[in-house]
């Protein structure tokens, strides 16, 4: 077998030998490297703080943790789910506030007949509407005057609890509402009854219907006085 060109010159040239380390020039470049500013061989040693131990409560408390995740197990999901929809329950309360009259409806509870809040308008207040309501009956004008004894008393209930005076009630519906004390529901109603007659009943009131709405009216206020 003949060998080419490039095989035959390959294997007729051997490895020049390497010449001697001459330790004296290493040392000199070792000197004239570490002599050299530019370059930082001592770094500085970072010192580790010391830390503070942990309180001696954090073990038990990491325990207990333990323990409680060891009793779970696989509950986690249903917890999750417990917590998601507390909160979501809460939030619909904070947006909501009719949502928190109905529960409180629903749910609150009922006070008894021994403990029914006591509300009257300020003796003031309705003696004042008792003047202007007299001045409207002596011309005759007996619906308005009855009329503004069932304005002043929404607005005398008004100022008393603003949350049973809403803008959709009708009178009718503060007249049914529970907070409303006994005492003053029935009068309220039977105000609201005879405005309903002359408003929409097409029956003008008479000199009774006034005496017997003022009657009501002062009795509740006033004492009768």
Request: glycine share 8%.
């Amino acid at each position: 077998m003949t060998q080419g060109p490039v095989t035959a010159a390959v294997a007729g040239t051997s490895a020049a030998p390497l010449p001697p380390i001459d330790s004296d020039r290493v040392t000199d470049a070792w000197t004239a490297i570490r002599a050299d500013p530019a370059i930082q061989f001592d770094l500085p040693r970072k010192t580790v703080p010391v830390r503070d131990p942990p309180p001696e409560w954090l073990e038990p408390a990491l325990r207990s943790i333990g323990r409680f995740v060891e009793w779970v197990g696989g509950g986690w999901r249903i917890l999750l789910w417990i917590v998601g929809l507390t909160l979501v329950v809460l939030l619909l309360f904070a947006i909501f506030p009719g949502l928190r009259q109905w529960w409180s409806e629903r749910f609150g509870r009922k006070a008894a007949p021994d403990e029914a809040p006591r509300w009257t308008p300020e003796a003031a207040t309705a003696r004042a509407l008792l003047e202007d309501a007299d001045e409207l009956a002596a011309t005759g004008d007996f619906d308005r005057a009855v009329h503004l004894l069932l304005f002043r008393s929404i607005d005398d209930i008004a100022a008393w609890r603003g949350d049973l005076v809403r803008p959709a009630y009708t009178s009718r519906d503060i007249a049914r509402a529970d907070a409303l004390p006994p005492h003053a529901r029935g009068v309220f109603a039977g105000i609201v009854a005879a405005v309903e007659r002359s408003l929409f009943g097409g029956t003008r009131l008479g000199a009774d219907d006034w005496q017997r709405a003022r009657a009501d009216y002062a009795g509740f206020a006033l004492g009768g006085r």
